[in-house]
C-alpha cells in the first residue's frame, strides 16, 4: 500500500460544479509550483457552473476545472492543526448563480514546490510536444515515494502537476472528519489526457 493516495474533488448530489476561476488571467501558475501570495489577484473567483443550475450545495471541497485544490476555512484549519506545509491559501471569491458572492470563505492550496517523483519506468505516458517536461495521455500514474521530502503532506507532482496528492493518513483523518466534496483514490487510478 503506498503512502500516498490522489485528492479529487467530487461534485456529486447537489454540490455545486465550477467552472475555471476567473478575473486570474495567469491562473496556469496555480500548477507551476511558485509562490503567488504577493501577486494573487483579490478578486479572483469561481463562478457556479450554469450548465448545472440545480446544484447549489457548497462543499468543503470545490470541484472546478482547473483541477486546484478549493478549501472552505474548516479544511484549512484542519491542514493548520495538521501542521500541512509548503502551502499557500489563496483567498478565492465563490460567485453563485445569481452573480452573489456567497459568504463562506474559500482557498486556493497553492502548493510549493512541485515534487520530481513520477516514476517514469512504471508510468505509461506520452510527452507534452509542447512542453517535453510535462507529461500527457497519463495511465498506471506511479511515483517513487522516496523521492517525496518526508515533511510534504499535501503536494503536486512536476512532471503531472493536475494531480494533488496527499499522505494517506492524513486523507483518512479527513474523511473521518466529514469533509464534503473529497474523493480519495489510488495514484495508479489517474488518468489524464
Given amino acids: 500500500m503506498t503512502k500516498y493516495v490522489l485528492i479529487e474533488p467530487t461534485s456529486e448530489g447537489d454540490a455545486a460544479e465550477f467552472w475555471h476561476m476567473q478575473n486570474y488571467d495567469d491562473r496556469f501558475e496555480l500548477h507551476e509550483g511558485m509562490p503567488l501570495k504577493e501577486s494573487f489577484p483579490s478578486n479572483a473567483s469561481y463562478r457556479m457552473s450554469d450548465e448545472a443550475p440545480n446544484k447549489t450545495a457548497l462543499h468543503d471541497v470545490l470541484d472546478n476545472r482547473d483541477r486546484n485544490l478549493v478549501i472552505n476555512e474548516k479544511v484549512k484549519a484542519f491542514f493548520e492543526a495538521e501542521g500541512v506545509q509548503h502551502v499557500e491559501y489563496l483567498p478565492v471569491k465563490v460567485i453563485n448563480h445569481k ?20 516514476d517514469l519506468e512504471k508510468t505509461k505516458y506520452r510527452r507534452n510536444p509542447l512542453e517535453p517536461e510535462r507529461l500527457m495521455r497519463i495511465s498506471n500514474l506511479t511515483v517513487q515515494e522516496e523521492k517525496i521530502p ?44
Fill in 99 to 118: 452573480d452573489r458572492e456567497v459568504k463562506e470563505r474559500y482557498f486556493v492550496v497553492n502548493m510549493l514546490p512541485l515534487v520530481d517523483c513520477v
Fill in 150 to 193: 518526508a515533511d510534504f503532506q499535501v503536494l503536486r507532482l512536476k512532471q503531472v502537476s493536475g494531480a494533488v496528492l496527499i499522505r494517506r493518513d492524513l486523507a483518512e483523518k479527513m474523511k473521518k472528519a466529514g469533509f464534503r466534496g473529497l474523493g480519495i483514490a489510488e495514484i495508479v487510478e489517474y488518468h489524464a489526457n
